[in-house]
């Protein structure tokens, strides 16, 4: 029997609707690997055609493109047994939508040949568990082995079947399992259990294409280990980095890449967010004789950090914008930007602008200043109030003709409207026309506690090639402000100034941050409001937020600090009218917004965008919900309610 196997762990940079790209990438590692005397590698889940691309799927021509590079993959595959994942098709069969019948396979070729189709209808292995929630979609296109056991009225439990390798002259049972299949708790069939316990397999293989989540890793390896450590069989997870996206959301790949021995402990790793060829050398004796590693947390803002830097280095690459215009408030949310974007690209590369009004104080205009120098980015100030008023004056004095009743009427512009104007000039005009001459792209700085509410101005402060900062609440934002000036410069590029004064649009006088004056939202509550109507896995409405209001427990259900909306709201009412403002504005106009806002780089469990899907239906408040106001209100004063 084989006593040890050295394994090279393929965490390739897959670039999505791509095959000729990744083989080439495949190929290069396979050679690498056979060079370094592995007897395995294994590759990530759809290695060949990249994982996150729409409708794709439904071009033919593509499918044949994906099946020409695989069979190069399965052709390099002699002295050193290769496992990858592809798009698998049976051109006699169709998907329930009437279109060829597509899997979500796992490949292994030995021998220039594919092996596996012994014990199996296909000469590859089917994803069995299709995750249908968050960004995934696979069941729009691929076809699972529930289902083909269901057509073929035959249990589950028998069409999981390992894949038999000869390794040194020693057979060896692999039981492939491609990522969901690992995350089987609330499944009623659990993969990687039937394979071990039940098949025999005797080595299990996890092929992932998994996005990077805030603290997501950390739970993969307790689901993985315990799992593992159950079944007394070792993992070999393997996963991929880059970036993909839906249109809306863009999405990071970090890796890390595992292996787990019998006992589930983690024996070696490969680091997050790097393209890596890693041969590890696996014991398949009774004692793992191997001291156990720890895999760094990746829950903290220093993950965040890397996620956003990896993410935005790829986007730019990707979409081919080698220079950057940022325009710059001296507020927060753009001197994080603008400490972002310099980081990944030369300072002549990135152009960054602070377009003055009239509410503009000296305060954030010499901010910006101080900003632009600590970068040492390009920098230029292009105020925009006689443009404002000259925008005002048309709109107010250009009579507009009807017809009907042989009249002239006049707009008339409050002081709403001459804010967003503002906003617009700023974008739609200035930043848009400066990036165009420049030769790039200009940034969306909004925060996700803007893009809940709305609290951005449409074809103004929220337009943009991309919203880095678009999945990070505000707090977050000043957390990674700290982070970037103390760990990732060293110095303090991001003046103290920019995080002690309020934040504030100034867009009118009563936004006036040397009076103290800014937004409406109190973030530290707010935040941690807005992440519970959307980030939590079961949504809060303001049924839920009352109930716990009523209850006593509302600062423990949402996060916030204890005792603060006692602070902020002195009564129930107060509570009930600020509750009623934001959550109408979430389901109502914000969602118009958020469906024309830029793509949005996903870092947290849910991004705006294709992760958070929304329709226009208008604000609703459930029939509990109002039994439960009218309960509270009955408490307060008549002049209160």
């Known amino acids: 029997m084989l006593a040890e196997l050295k394994i090279a762990l393929g965490q390739m940079q897959v670039i999505p609707g791509h095959p000729d790209q990744n083989a080439r990438k495949m190929l290069d590692m396979i050679q690498e690997a056979r060079e370094q005397g592995a007897h395995l590698v294994v590759f990530p889940e759809m290695a060949i055609p990249g994982y996150l691309l729409g409708d794709t799927w439904e071009q033919t021509a593509f499918l044949r493109d994906c099946a020409y590079y695989g069979q190069q993959i399965v052709r390099a595959a002699r002295d050193i047994c290769v496992v990858f994942g592809n798009v698998a098709v049976d051109w006699q069969k169709k998907n329930e939508d009437g279109r060829v019948r597509k899997y979500n396979a796992c490949f292994v070729a030995q021998d220039g040949r594919l092996v596996g189709g012994d014990n199996f209808i296909y000469p590859f292995r089917i994803k069995t568990l299709q995750p249908n929630y968050r960004e995934f979609d696979d069941s729009r296109h691929f076809y699972s082995l529930r289902q083909l056991a269901q057509e073929l009225a035959c249990p589950v439990e028998e069409m999981l079947q390992p894949v038999e390798v000869v390794i040194d002259g020693s057979k060896l049972r692999l039981g492939c399992l491609l990522c969901e299949d690992g995350w089987s708790d609330d499944y009623a069939v659990r993969p990687m259990e039937v394979l071990a316990r039940r098949a025999g397999a005797q080595l299990l293989l996890n092929i992932s294409t998994s996005p990077y989540t805030r603290g997501k890793n950390q739970k993969r390896h307790r689901v993985f280990s315990r799992q593992v450590a159950g079944c007394g069989v070792p993992l070999v997870y393997v996963n991929s980095v880059g970036i993909q996206n839906n249109g809306k959301t863009v999405y990071t790949f970090d890796g890390f890449s595992t292996l787990y021995d019998r006992r589930g402990a983690v024996t070696d790793y490969v680091p997050p967010f790097q393209e890596e060829l890693r041969v590890v050398t696996l014991s ?9 590693k720890t895999l760094p947390p990746d829950d903290g803002i220093d993950s965040i950090y890397r996620a956003l830097h990896y993410g935005i280095r790829n986007f730019l690459a990707a979409t081919g ?3 950057v215009v940022i325009g710059i408030s001296g507020g927060i949310d753009s001197a994080v930007s603008a400490a972002l974007y310099a980081r990944v690209m030369p300072p002549g590369d990135l152009l960054l602008v602070n377009m003055p009004g ?34 005002v004056k048309q709109l107010t004095q250009t009579p507009v ?33 400066i990036a165009a001459a420049f030769g790039g792209g200009f940034t969306c700085n909004a925060n996700k506690s803007e893009l809940t509410v709305g609290y951005a101005t ?36 991001i003046p103290q100034g920019i995080m002690d004064i309020v934040p504030s649009a100034e867009l009118s006088p009563e936004q006036a941050v040397d009076e103290g004056k800014g937004d409406p939202l109190v973030y530290p509550y707010h935040d941690y409001l807005f992440r519970a109507f959307m980030e939590h896995w079961n949504r809060a409405t303001p049924e839920d937020i009352l109930e716990w209001y009523m209850h006593g427990v509302l600062e423990e259900k949402i996060g916030c600090r204890p005792g603060l909306p006692g602070e902020i709201f002195p009564t129930a009412a107060h509570f009930i009218a600020d509750l009623e403002r934001w959550w109408t504005l979430y389901t109502g106009l914000a969602v118009a917004k958020r469906i024309q806002a830029p793509p949005v780089l996903a870092v947290s469990r849910r991004a705006y965008g294709f992760d958070h899907r929304e329709a226009q239906n208008r604000p609703y408040f459930t029939a509990r919900y109002r039994q439960l106001k009218e309960q509270l209100l009955k408490n307060c004063p008549p002049a209160e309610r």
């Open 284 to 292: 398949l004796q009774a004692e793992a004789g191997t001291a156990p």
């Open 321 to 323: 914008i080698s220079r």
């Open 358 to 391: 009239r509410y503009n104080s000296a305060t954030t205009r010499g901010l910006a200043a101080q900003l632009a120098e600590n970068l040492g980015c390009l920098y230029t100030v292009l105020p925009i109030q006689e443009a404002v008023d000259y925008t």
């Open 401 to 433: 003709q009807d017809p009907v009743h042989g009249r002239q009427l006049f707009l008339n512009i409050t002081p709403p409207v001459t804010e967003n104007i503002q906003a617009r000039d700023r974008s739609a005009r200035l930043l848009a026309g």
């Open 458 to 493: 449409l074809y103004g402060d929220q337009a943009g090639f991309l919203a880095a900062l678009a999945d990070l609440w505000k707090h977050q934002v000043y957390e990674l402000a700290a982070y970037l000036n103390q760990q990732v410069y060293g110095r303090m590029v």
